[in-house]
C-alpha cells in the first residue's frame, strides 16, 4: 500500500487553464513538502506546509495541507508551459527529516 | 553557489557487474541522502549519511551500500547488478542538523543507469 496516493496520474492541459492535483494518505503527518521535477533534473522543493488547514501560496500556484494534516492541494491558476513537470508530494518518515518517501507524482504537461 | 553534482550522469552496465556513484554536495552540507527513481515505484529512500556515518536506511538489498567521506562527498556502490536496477539514482544534500523542516534538501540531477 502506497503511503501518499497522487492523482491524477497524468494531466494534459492548454495553457490558461487552471487545475488541481491532490495527495492523499490514511495517515497523519506533521508536514508535506511539494516538489517540482523537470526531465533531466532532480526534485526542486516548492513548499513545505506544517499546520492544518495551511494555505501557501507561491505565485499563481497555491498549496493547501487538509485540516486533519492526512491530504493536500496543489492548484495551479492561469497554467504556462513553464509548469511542465512531475509534481511530487513528500513526507518525512521514520522520524528522521532526511528519511523522504514520496508519492508516486503527477505529470502535469501544459501545451501552448 | 554551486548546487549538488553527481557523476557520471549516464551509464550502462551488464548484469552481474557491479558501479559506483558519485555526489558531491553543497559545499557546507554534511547530510547527503540517495533515492532510487524508476517508472514503476517512484521515489524511493535508499540510504542518508551525516558526518560519515549512515544515520538512515531505507528497505532494498545489501547490494545497495554507501560511504561518506570527511569532505561530505558521498559515493554508492550497487554490487551484482540486476535488470531491476535500471533507475535513476539521486542525491540531495542538506546541512544536516535535524532540528528544523526549513533544512531543505537540495536534489542533483541523478545518475540514469541501465543494465543490460
Known amino acids: 500500500t502506497q503511503l501518499l496516493e497522487q492523482s491524477p496520474q497524468f494531466l494534459s492541459i492548454q495553457e490558461g487553464e487552471n487545475l488541481t492535483v491532490y495527495c492523499n494518505s490514511s495517515?497523519?503527518?506533521?508536514?508535506l513538502q511539494w516538489y517540482r521535477q523537470e526531465p533531466g533534473e532532480g526534485p526542486v522543493l516548492l513548499v513545505t506546509?506544517?499546520?492544518?488547514?495551511e494555505v501557501k501560496k507561491l505565485k499563481r500556484l497555491t498549496f493547501q495541507f487538509g485540516d486533519a494534516r492526512k491530504d493536500s492541494s496543489l492548484h495551479i491558476t492561469a497554467a504556462q508551459p513553464g509548469d511542465t513537470g512531475l509534481y511530487l508530494c513528500?513526507?518525512?518518515?521514520?522520524?528522521?527529516?532526511?528519511?523522504?518517501?514520496f508519492g508516486k507524482g503527477t505529470l502535469l504537461t501544459v501545451n501552448p | 553557489k554551486a548546487g549538488v553534482t553527481q557523476t557520471p550522469r549516464y551509464l550502462i552496465k551488464t548484469r552481474g557487474q557491479q558501479v559506483t556513484l558519485s555526489c558531491s554536495p553543497i559545499?557546507?552540507?554534511?547530510?547527503v541522502s540517495w533515492y532510487q527513481q524508476t517508472p514503476g515505484q517512484g521515489l524511493q529512500f535508499l540510504f542518508e549519511?551525516?558526518?560519515?556515518?549512515?544515520?538512515n536506511k531505507g528497505n532494498f538489498p545489501g547490494r545497495f551500500s554507501g560511504r561518506q567521506f570527511s569532505n561530505s562527498r558521498s559515493e554508492m556502490n550497487v554490487s551484482t547488478l540486476e535488470l531491476g536496477d535500471s533507475a535513476l539514482y539521486l542525491c540531495?544534500?542538506?546541512f544536516g542538523s535535524g532540528r528544523s523542516t526549513s533544512d531543505t534538501q537540495y536534489f542533483g540531477p541523478g545518475t540514469r543507469l541501465t543494465v543490460l
Open positions: 540531495a544534500s542538506s
Open positions: 559545499s557546507g552540507h554534511r547530510s
Open positions: 549519511y551525516f558526518s560519515e556515518t549512515q544515520r
Open positions: 495517515s497523519v503527518f506533521s508536514s
Open positions: 513528500a513526507v518525512n518518515s521514520g522520524g528522521s527529516n532526511y528519511k523522504l518517501t
Open positions: 506546509v506544517v499546520t492544518g488547514g
